[in-house]
């Protein structure tokens, strides 16, 4: 269970983890009069502290594939050959059926 007086209004999830954004002592609006400067002052020690805390233990490495090679289709010299070979076929099919 949390101590108060220990934790400074910490809230904690079900993990036993401390929930930044449930945790009262992180509230923007506990007095008015505090500037931005006096709340950054307030809670950038603590933030860091519950970050590192926090953070998984180990080195992240991200795996993962390489991006694919653009397709055949999308180089413009492949796609003048189809159209030539189309245009060719479609020629001879029409000369075909004429005779």
Partial sequence: MANPEVDHGFA???????????????DPDRELKDSIDD?????????AETIN??????????????PAPPSLATFPWIK???ILTFLVASFGLLKV???
Avoid: K
Wanted: glycine share 10%.
């Fill in 53 to 66: 805390e926090q953070r998984p233990f180990g080195q992240w490495q991200l795996v993962g594939r390489p």
């Fill in 97 to 99: 059926s004429l005779c």
């Fill in 80 to 82: 003048i050959v189809g």
């Fill in 39 to 47: 709340y950054v002052d307030h809670i950038i020690f603590h933030l």
């Fill in 12 to 26: 904690y999830d079900s993990q036993g983890q401390i929930d930044i954004l449930q945790s009262p002592f992180f």
